[in-house]
């Protein structure tokens, strides 16, 4: 079984600006699908890249078990965490295939073995990418684009996979296919998988834990039938916030300004 990821009261500044403030996150169980909610500029961005190692902790540490992510080189590290980032931006010439090709072999050198194009044929599967394979990745929009970049995070599976605002380009049917691929990745592969997002009614439909963030701290955590419904939530955000069921069963949030 994979090992459960904790924060524990790291902080992370840009130069001389503190941008998170001793954040600790209780362990993250494998299997488990997280929303990241908060306001913009709250740090969401960061807390991913900072559990990724793509900025600098000052204080605290990250483990994944035993083993101390915080004090890894880069390379082992991106072997345990996966980051997909929130914009897509390539100027190479490569079609989708080769693209996920260099992805699977990033780090490992040589010729792809069967078992590389195997990895790579599952990931264009999972993602439903296989029409795209041969088309050149610059000439994608901007949605199917955002759905390679999450094909290629999936070329080599890791037990951490981190996503910053995965669907903010999809349409809505695209939108709950991504969530159930995360879904699928996190109960198959027994990965912890992080997703920034702005919706709160996809966190509400697709987490089964909510983490919010506010001003670099961490506010709530907690289930999403209990957590998106919250003063603490209403607040962080500045709003008030509606609830209710759909036909289906779902929580539903509907967000107005207070003075409204
Ligand atoms: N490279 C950087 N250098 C300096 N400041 C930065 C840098 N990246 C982010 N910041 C600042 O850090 C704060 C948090 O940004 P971050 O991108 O983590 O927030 P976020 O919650 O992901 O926001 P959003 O929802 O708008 O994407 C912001 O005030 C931002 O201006």
Redesign the pocket.
Known sequence: MNPSLTVETISVA??P?R??DDVSIAPCAPGASIALI????????????AIAGL?PVQRGSIRLGDTRLTAMKSEARARLVRFVP?AYATSARLTVFEILLVARMCGVGGRPTREDLAAVGKALARCALEHLSDRCVAELSGGQQQLVALAQALTRPAPVLLL??PTSALDIRNQLEAFAILKRVAAEDGAIVIA?V?DLNLAARHADRVLL?GA?RLIADGPPDALLVSDACAQVYGVGLASGRTSRGSLALEAYLPTA
Do not use: F, M
Not at 38 to 49: D, V
């Open positions: 840009y130069g600006r941008i998170l908060g306001p913009n500029a709250a740090g969401k961005s960061t807390l991913l890249k900025v929130q910053d605002e920034a702005h963030l670099g």
